[in-house]
């Protein structure tokens, strides 16, 4: 049996005769009963993690009058995009551990997939414009406020954001054109681009041309400035004289290089390895790190070794104890 898959036709179900295909059983995290409860702990304290480390980051930015400037502009959008991308995922993930036969909409693999896409390639820019901050801090100083001021910091997140929504429409509108098999059981935890297109029974060349070019593009280019500005910052840090200054200069860098590598490591061996390596658990174990353990770690990242960081938070809290203290006064 063939089944159609529209996304333009078919908004809640698919329709082949007389039967309707409305779901799709997700086979990512089956586990036994035994483990069951571990798991589901473990996901869901590294969610709660992930969710108040990321909104502490934010509060903390928008409370200290010093942390309003570009970088901490674009790190306070970062952890919003985490924040939305491990909320893209994980909920269902977690609802999904104790059922015996975890399944998914056909409307709902759709979203899930397009707002997976699109906060995958903002995280992406993000960490690109994070990169160019850097690099005019260090090798332009004395033209920062210049060339980062806030018409152009703004540029830097809504341009994203725009790109980042025409390739997901991009990808959903070609894999509108495939036609699927019976087979609905997708061998992951969340509905994503690769493991839906090896449900086709059609030719997917175009498709997987658009992942290679596109999805390339979209994360090659950024990935390429991200390399060339570091590049440039260690010749102009290299200049440096003093040992101190160096390491003072480098150390501002080392959060931002530390989520790259974490990021781009996995992304690459989801996506851009050969068909022929391609293997179901080796995904899994990638889009774990990406979706679950980079958003979590980010905001230990960017905060324990930045004082600026740790000083707002330190006052956030301060001003938090504060106000409970004074609604505790009789």
Same mark, same amino acid.
């Given at each position: 049996m063939r089944l159609n898959f529209s996304l333009f036709r078919h908004s809640r179900t698919m329709h082949q005769g007389n039967q309707s295909i409305s779901k799709f059983f997700l086979l990512g995290l089956t586990v036994g009963s035994e483990q069951q409860k571990l798991i589901f702990m473990l996901f869901l304290c590294m969610y709660l993690v992930t969710m108040v480390?990321?909104?502490?980051?934010?509060?903390?930015?928008i409370n200290d009058a010093h942390l309003h400037s570009p970088m901490y502009f674009f790190l306070a959008n970062l952890s919003f995009n985490d924040i939305c991308f491990t909320t893209t995922t994980i909920p269902k993930m977690l609802a999904d551990i104790p059922s015996q036969?975890?399944? @998914? !909409? $056909?409307?709902?693999?759709?979203?899930?997939?397009? $707002? $997976?896409?699109?906060? %995958?390639?903002?995280?992406? $820019?993000?960490?690109?414009?994070?990169?160019?901050?850097?690099?005019?801090?260090? *090798?332009?100083?004395?033209?920062?406020?210049? &060339?980062?001021?806030?018409?152009?910091?703004?540029?830097?997140v809504v341009t994203p954001w725009v790109i980042s929504n025409? %390739? !997901? @429409?991009?990808?959903?509108?070609?894999? !509108?054109?495939?036609?699927? *098999?019976?087979?609905?059981? @997708?061998?992951? =935890? =969340?509905?994503? &681009?690769?493991? @839906?297109?090896?449900?086709?029974? !059609?030719?997917?060349?175009?498709?997987d041309l658009t992942v290679l070019v596109v999805g390339g593009a979209v994360i090659f280019i950024p990935f390429t400035f991200i390399i060339v500005s570091y590049a440039i910052i260690c010749c102009t840090v290299l200049g440096v004289t003093s040992a101190k200054g160096k390491w003072r200069t480098f150390s501002t860098c080392g959060s931002h290089l530390s989520a790259v590598a974490l990021f781009y490591g996995s992304i690459v061996g989801v996506y851009f390895l050969p068909s022929s390596a391609y293997s179901a658990e080796r995904d899994k174990v990638a889009a774990i790190i990406y979706t679950i353990v980079t958003p979590m770690m980010n905001? =230990?990242?960017?905060? &324990?070794?930045n004082k600026d960081m740790k000083g707002a938070l330190r006052r956030l809290f301060s001003k938090k104890t504060f106000f409970w203290r004074w609604l505790a006064l009789p």
């Open positions: 480390g990321n909104l502490l980051i934010i509060l903390a930015i036969s975890p399944t @998914i !909409s $056909f409307a709902g693999c759709l979203t899930q997939m397009y $707002f $997976f896409m699109l906060l %995958v390639d903002l995280d992406n $820019f993000l960490l690109a414009a994070m990169a160019y901050d850097r690099y005019v801090a260090i *090798c332009h100083p004395l033209h920062y406020a210049a &060339l980062l001021n806030p018409k152009r910091c703004a540029l830097l025409l %390739v !997901s @429409i991009l990808h959903l509108s070609l894999l !509108s054109l495939l036609t699927i *098999c019976d087979q609905r059981k @997708i061998p992951h =935890f =969340f509905c994503d &681009l690769e493991p @839906i297109l090896r449900l086709a029974c !059609s030719d997917t060349q175009i498709n905001p =230990f990242i960017y905060s &324990l070794r």
